[in-house]
């Protein structure tokens, strides 16, 4: 009988140690075999840019995929925001309902890599001889090991281990009507410097008593208007060689440089030279309409810029005819351009089932042969993320072809495809960690704050931006140090949930009990001992 | 003591007249719709004004569609709880401090707090049929507000890009283009005419989803029906009304 409790005891604490609070999920163990008579159905999310081909593209290679791996379905869902699909996978994470494969900025894996193995490493993956990069069992030709361009595989590479792969490469460029900087009595540099740019900039802004624009006769005028200010400060702040971050995620933009920066820019707005997407609308609608002489946006929305844009969200009476010369973003050193890669790349979560994950991650490399790759590219001004579709024929004879027609082969596209090209070696991109996001949303917020804060005649001065940068600081919290290598440094999980709490205090009180039997057996056998 | 009396019922007459105010009577350093139309752009504005719709919480930020008896307020982000946000239901009086702004024509306030004025008698709008103002420059005059448009045919939605116009043959698209999707946050864009022109109309997601009335009565449309619509007169370089109620056109 005593044995039988002792068991009971030892089998209830071992389930009890087996009870514990994390939400972590096992590793992946890549199979031998992907088991092809299995049924498996996928969750993708995928993000395009409000654009129905995109969204075609995406459902052929759905197709396609299933056409050779008929055991699995993939089921898409369109986002046109990546806010949105941030949102709902961090919901989603907590209730292990995460999709399969997902199209996301680095920045924001690095936030979902804050639970344990949510997302799967694919180094092991990609590594596999039978399904990784150019595996032996592949069904469809993807792209081999080294096989991805370096500078795009770079951003998904997060303390040292992989955990995405590119999906679309783009840069920011800098769109100019030429025409206007002609009038104004310039003539374009073969490099857009700041200096260049600000001073077209605010000889545009010139304006007579009646509000009248000289530059184009309209009474809206806003020569320099910038979509994504976070880029801005990331990339005036690369150019000039300061700080932003640490690979650890150590904080440094809140520097000097920066100061010198927002000073300077204040200026301009002062100027009425300047203003952002945020504060006025696109910088598409106002280059087309003539009230603009520098958009810059990303290469991925060329097809809404300029006066034959195919897109437009202005009405057909509104454009004004002017050639559209396309450039890298201004630079503070034009013999050593630097630019921003950016664009959307692919996660994969981890599940139970390694079956599941194998196919998610056959799926995720389809996404990388060229008919996908040269297709999605073509949309925009992306360019494939592999060697092989970049200097496939079909895509070479594509880049030729700029201008023939305004629609797949519109000139500014092409042209803001082919400055990637050009400037693949030019490109960097920032530190991914946990916090990165906010980090760069303050970047852009900066620029936010002192435009609007000139707009509204307010005093922006070193004082302004003593306090600007501590209002920073705490509102995107960084000065907290949950920063560090995603997927190394764990978030603060809080207080111990109720029931972790209840089943360590049984634990406890469990060990106590059988220390306490243990006892009084051994004072029992010591005292039987003693009697006889 | 009836003269005490007399006296006494007589102040008091006077002190209730001083007490009748209006529902829409502004508190002391709040604007008319008058003044805040007259603002500067990138001014601080305080408007007191009764909420009529908001859009879906998101963020610690809500956006709401707001008018009182001279006129509407949209307000863009304004901070918000997810617990205050429950109580911001239509007629709700609030006092709304932010910028004004335009973006891409649309008025609004931005960077707003509000508090919820208690106890204020509630107020909805009745939407005013600003069908004939369709395509004239007068329509502007009624931005944000809740207005209705009535007997307009539905036409096929068609949308324009760099391969020229196409045709859906449908009665309405999700997203502009049909870019979006069943089952999506895709706002629903349709086409109507009247006195033989052709309007866009949208369902805003984020104010209409799924699960409501408008989302569903759109997407049950056909080509050629006639039908009254009701919205909020948004702006988005030029009008761009978010539709909240489709039914049949009443007969005249």
Known sequence: MKKLLACALLAAVLLLAGCHGSTGRQALEIPETFDETKPIELTFWAKNDTNRTQVEIYEKAIADFEALYPNVTVNMRLYTDYSRIYNDVITNISTNTTPNVCISYPDHIATYLTGSNVVAELDGLMADPNYGLGGGKLKFDGPGQDGIVSQFLAECVLGGRTYALPFMRSTEACYVNRTMVEALGYELPDTLTWDFVWEVAEAAAAKDGDGVYAANGQKVMIPFIYKSTDNMMIQMLRQKGAGYSTDGGEILIFNDTTRALLLDIAEHVRAGAFSTFKISSYPANFLNAGQCVFAVDSTAGATWMGSSAPLSDIPADQFVEFETAVYPVPQFDPEHPQMISQGPSMCLFNKKDSQEVLASWLFMQFLLTNDVQIAYAETEGYVPVTDRAQSDPAYQDYLARAGQDKSLHYDVKIRASQLLLDHTGDTFVTPVFNGSTSLRDAAGQMIENVTKSIRRKQTVDDAYIDKLYDDMTSLYRLNQSGGGVAGVTRADLGPLPATAAILLSALGVTWLLIGLYALKQAAGKKKNRKIT | ?252
């Open chain 2, 1 to 252: 003591m009836k003269k005490i009396f007399t006296l006494l019922l007589a102040a008091l007459m006077v002190m209730s007249l001083f007490a009748c105010a209006s529902a829409n009577e502004e508190s002391e350093g709040v604007m008319t719709h008058e003044e805040y139309v007259a603002a500067e752009l990138d001014t601080e504005v305080t408007v007191e004004t009764y909420v009529q719709a908001n859009q879906s919480w998101w963020n610690d930020q809500i956006t709401l569609y707001t008018q009182d008896e001279d006129g509407a307020y949209f307000i863009y982000n304004a901070a918000c709880s997810a617990e205050d946000a429950e109580k911001l239901v239509p007629g709700t009086k609030i006092r709304v401090n932010g910028i004004k702004s335009e973006w891409s024509g649309e008025v609004e306030i931005i960077e707003g707090t509000f508090e919820i004025i208690e106890d204020a008698e509630p107020w909805v709008a009745e939407a005013a049929d600003v069908t004939e103002l369709l395509g004239a420059d007068e329509l502007a005059d009624h931005q944000n507000e809740f207005v209705a448009f009535k007997g307009l045919t539905i036409e096929s939605y068609t949308y324009t890009d760099g391969d020229g116009a196409h045709d859906t043959g449908a009665a309405f698209a999700y997203g502009w283009n049909g870019s979006g999707a069943e089952g999506t946050d895709a706002d629903l864009y349709f086409q109507a005419s009247v006195n033989g022109e052709t309007y866009t109309f949208t369902v805003e997601y984020y104010l209409c989803n799924e699960t409501t009335e408008v989302y569903e009565a759109v997407r049950n449309l056909n080509v050629g029906d006639v039908v009254d619509l009701e919205g909020f007169l948004y702006w988005y370089n030029g009008a761009n009304p978010h539709i909240t109620a489709v039914a049949p056109a009443a007969a005249e």
